[in-house]
C-alpha cells in the first residue's frame, strides 16, 4: 500500500474517531474501507446505453432533415 496525506473538516475527523471507537477498528481502516466501498459502487456508472446511438457524422444535426429523407 501505498501511504497518502488526507486532510479532513475538524468534524469528518471528530466523525471517524468515533467510528474508530465504536468499532474497535483504525481511522486508516475506516478510511480504506470507505474509499474502496466508494469506488466499487461509483466507478463507471454510466448508463451501458450511454454512446450506442453515435453515428461518427460531425454534420449530423445540422444535416439532420435532409439525412431523414434520404436515408444515408
Do not use: C, F
Not at 479532513?8 to 474509499?35: H, N, R, W, Y
Amino acid at each position: 500500500m501505498k501511504p497518502t496525506i488526507v486532510y479532513l473538516p475538524q468534524e469528518a475527523e471528530a466523525t471517524l474517531q468515533g467510528l474508530a471507537d465504536k468499532t474497535g477498528k483504525s481511522i486508516p481502516e475506516i478510511i480504506q474501507e470507505i474509499i474502496t466501498d466508494y469506488l466499487a459502487n461509483n466507478v463507471n456508472n454510466m448508463p451501458r446505453s450511454l454512446g450506442i446511438g453515435a453515428s461518427g457524422r460531425g454534420d449530423l444535426s445540422a444535416r439532420s432533415e435532409e439525412l431523414l429523407w434520404t436515408g444515408e
